[in-house]
């Protein structure tokens, strides 16, 4: 779609509440972290760390390739059965700061990474010897039996995503030797890992973004792939890297390329994950890395991933270099303006995970603008799992639209007293700023909104009030309390409380992400008093849940719903 824009300053959005797209797919995750921004990743939404920067290397009695600048050795009496030979104190650390805090891991297997230091490869640690890569695979399968089976004094965190190296095409594997020895050691590390435990997902490897855009360097990502098909391997999910594509829209045309790699090849059911992307890497004075621009190009570009055949992706980085967050400032996040674009999709994706339709975006898909500043602005939908609220972004990354007009049809509050509009803001000298109006009630609404020219990111949380002032999905009740399940992440057990404080007619069911009921876990009349239920989701798809409490009596009504997340 082509759409040049001038002498128009009110854009039009329509938003049917609904009819419902699919679930707002699990974008809101970063490599590396979160270091002394943990407020932040919290407060973010950040869901999943790619695992980076665990320094020094798990395996340095192998080789000396993460550590040296000098040309690589390898350690030929290495035993990779052998406990003593693994130092795993650097990354137990940093894996167990994630579990401890609810993020998800996404494994990068060879992730060590001095980021402080000088650069280590040279020559990465292509093992001549070692032609069947035992080794390396005994080592990475050793790896996940640590984090995932306690081996060598290690954990049960039930890490499910492990990626085998990263970028191999741009110099992290030894480029004196065929690039079929690369996918020959993917084989084998594959093979030993899914013989191990075959409901793990395994894939690769990180393509660098050249081998994405560029015509002439595709010749790794297909050889990869066909080698995968014609050998039977085990190929769970393809990454890649994506930088330098000043268009948003840019994800959702590469995207495209992947996925059309994957279905030709018969892998329609592959995952294509994003594991490293943002707007450049490493030119720290490009003015979008941290601005209102850069916000609403990261915003714009989430957007259209959201639109795009794509199943996950991995922002480099959460912090550091390139961040979304800066240092935590007295226990409080500190974002960047990036970050707040960031921030604005992740708090929809989190509190509202069911997309609706929404009409309006004006981007440009044309390839040979991806790398150009272009007119993009772009407008994503969703609602709460308990149908009470309803969620509007829009991202104006570059258009001459100065002002909104929304318009939502369908909404089921008629009946309420009012609708309220929170709305969070963050263009040039306004970081989030929230405001808050009024509406009539009804089954639609019209919202318009002023001064909102590019770049500008806007927020909408929309959900109906009642007579007293008190938003209709919870709170009715103070007395009464759903509390946040325990643990959290579970596996596949947890244990859900709650209070009464009054006799009154209870049902707690569970739904997953698009609202279908998966269990009723109570459903009677019950004193007052506190009780605990167990919820037992050994036959349920790793994914996010809802759990929803109803009590009624003949004086008062209380509906709370919490989400809690099953990771095996």
């Not at 991933?305 to 226990?331: C, S, T």
Request: net charge negative; charged share 15%.
């Amino acid at each position: 779609m082509i759409c040049l824009l001038y002498g128009q300053n009110q854009k039009s959005f329509l938003v049917d509440y609904s009819q419902v797209i699919g679930p707002i797919k699990p974008l809101s995750n970063v490599t590396a972290g979160p270091g002394n921004s943990l407020a932040g990743y919290k407060d973010a939404r950040i869901k999943m760390i790619r695992v980076h920067d665990c320094w020094l290397c798990d395996f340095p009695i192998y080789t000396d390739f993460f550590t040296t600048t000098n040309p690589v050795h390898i350690n030929s009496s290495f035993n990779p059965m052998d406990s003593s030979q693994y130092h795993w104190a650097a990354t137990d650390s940093v894996i167990t700061i994630n579990y401890d805090n609810g993020f998800e891991t996404f494994f990068r297997l060879g992730i060590s990474f001095n980021l402080t230091g000088t650069h280590p490869y040279i020559d990465p640690p292509y093992d001549p010897n070692d032609t069947t890569y035992n080794n390396i695979s005994e080592v990475f399968k050793r790896t996940v039996m640590h984090y995932n089976n306690g081996w060598d004094n290690g954990f049960n965190y039930g890490i499910k995503y492990w990626e085998v190296w990263n970028e191999p095409d741009g110099g992290f594997w030894n480029q004196s030797v065929p690039a079929y020895t690369f996918y020959e050691m993917y084989e084998t590390v594959s093979n030993a890992i899914k013989t191990f435990d075959p409901n793990l997902k395994i894939g690769g490897t990180g393509f660098l973004s050249g081998s994405v855009v560029s015509g002439d360097q595709r010749g790794w990502i297909n050889n990869f792939i066909a080698y995968c098909k014609n050998n039977n391997v085990p190929l769970d999910f393809l990454s890649w890297h994506l930088y330098g594509r000043h268009n948003p829209y840019a994800v959702h045309v590469y995207s495209d390329y992947i996925s059309g790699l994957l279905d030709s090849a018969g892998f329609n059911n592959v995952e294509s994950i994003i594991s490293e992307t943002n707007i450049d890497l490493g030119q720290s004075n490009n003015p979008d890395l941290d601005s209102p621009k850069g916000a609403a190009w990261l915003a714009s570009m989430l957007i259209s991933a959201q639109m795009a055949p794509l199943d996950r992706l991995i922002m480099f980085r959460g912090n550091l270099f390139m961040n979304l967050l800066n240092d935590d400032v007295n226990g409080n996040p500190s974002y960047t303006w990036n970050g707040l674009g960031f921030k604005s999709f992740s708090v929809l994706a989190d509190e509202a995970p069911i997309q609706i339709d929404a009409e309006g975006s004006v981007f440009i898909s044309d390839s040979s603008t991806m790398a150009t500043d272009t007119t993009n602005i772009m407008i994503l939908a969703s609602k709460t799992v308990n149908n009470d609220s309803c969620y509007v972004l829009i991202s104006n990354y570059n258009s001459s639209y100065k002002d909104y007009k929304i318009s939502i049809t369908h909404l089921p509050w008629a009946s309420a007293d009012s609708i309220r509009v929170t709305q969070y803001l963050t263009k040039s000298g306004v970081r989030y700023v929230e405001s808050v109006s009024s509406y009539q009630a009804s089954d639609s609404v019209a919202i318009n909104l002023y001064n909102v020219s590019a770049p500008s990111v806007v927020l909408l949380k929309i959900l109906p009030i009642t007579i007293a002032g008190i938003e209709s999905k919870d709170n009715l009740i103070n007395t009464f309390n759903l509390e946040q399940n325990y643990p959290n992440p579970f596996n596949p057990t947890t244990t859900i409380s709650y209070q009464l404080s009054a006799n009154s007619k209870i049902t707690l069911k569970v739904y997953d992400i698009l609202g279908r009921e998966v269990t009723m876990l109570v459903n009677k009349e019950q004193p007052a008093g506190k009780y605990k239920v167990n919820f037992d989701a050994s036959k349920l798809n790793n994914g996010i849940y809802y759990y929803r409490i109803i009590a009624k009596n003949k004086t008062k009504n209380f509906e709370q719903t919490k989400k809690m997340t099953l990771l095996r």
